[in-house]
């Protein structure tokens, strides 16, 4: 099975000010078709997850530009422009390359 | 607009076999349908991180997660919208709230039901 790691496993944020969330696969995530797959979900205390970003660094439909993705070979990192105080969470990376389809331990984002 | 919603027991005794049902909205398992497409479960044990436990494509393709393999089976009812997981003897390690998802084009989940809290106690 793929390994996920995410870090830090906590992270209170001043709202306004930007967040960095890193998660890490045990190896590559490169797709034939060229693509990274990893996934990122938001779950806001009491919903579902939320996605916000897939093949690495493609925002998915309504999801503010103040989030963004980017990879560099197995490292994975989401970035919050300015947080918001509708931002809190606990944040997942995941990884949907192969079955079993793995997460990360998740990073509680809260307000500081 | 895709919606999905979770339904089943919300208590299993020990032992008994668990059978929850995703019912949807807003796309098709049909083989005509979109290629890629699929119907994910998930679990998340109280404060704990999400588990992937299975997906359905709309070509019957079936995926598993080898540590929970011999005691689930997912099916699907194109004529019903329905995608329903069955897990049996089941324990109270498996106590948690059960998601199913929509799997878009084998590239991400989106959007999620609501969950179900399923508890297992005698």
């Known amino acids: 099975d793929i390994v996920m790691t995410q870090s830090p496993l906590s992270l209170p944020v001043t709202p306004g000010e930007p967040a960095s969330i890193s998660c890490r696969s045990s190896?590559?995530?490169?797709?034939?078709?060229?693509?990274?797959?990893l996934e990122w979900y938001l779950q806001k205390p009491g919903q579902s997850p939320q996605l916000l970003i897939y093949l690495g660094s493609r925002r998915a439909a309504g999801v503010p530009d103040r989030f963004s993705g980017s990879v560099s070979g197995t490292d994975f990192t989401l970035k919050i422009s300015r947080l918001e105080a509708d931002d809190v969470g606990v944040y997942y990376c995941?990884?949907?390359?192969?079955?079993?389809?793995?997460f990360g331990p998740g990073t509680k984002v809260d307000i500081k | 607009q895709i919606t999905l919603k979770e339904s089943g027991p919300t208590l299993v005794r020990p032992t008994q076999t668990l059978t929850l049902t995703c019912s949807f909205s807003g796309f098709s398992l049909s083989a005509t349908g979109l290629g890629g497409v699929g119907v994910g479960w998930f679990r998340q044990p109280p404060g704990k991180a999400l588990q992937w436990l299975a997906l359905?494509?709309?070509?019957?393709?079936?995926r598993y997660n080898p540590s929970l393999q011999s005691s689930l089976t997912i099916t699907k009812d194109t004529s019903k919208n329905q995608v329903v997981l069955t897990m049996t003897n089941m324990d109270p390690a498996d106590t948690a709230t059960y998601f199913c998802a929509h799997r878009v084009a084998r590239r991400r989940f989106d959007p999620w039901g609501q969950g179900i809290l399923v508890t297992v106690s005698s």
């Open positions: 995941m990884q949907g390359l192969q079955t079993p389809f793995t």
């Open positions: 359905i494509y709309w070509d019957d393709d079936k």
């Open positions: 190896q590559s995530l490169l797709h034939s078709d060229g693509f990274n797959y």
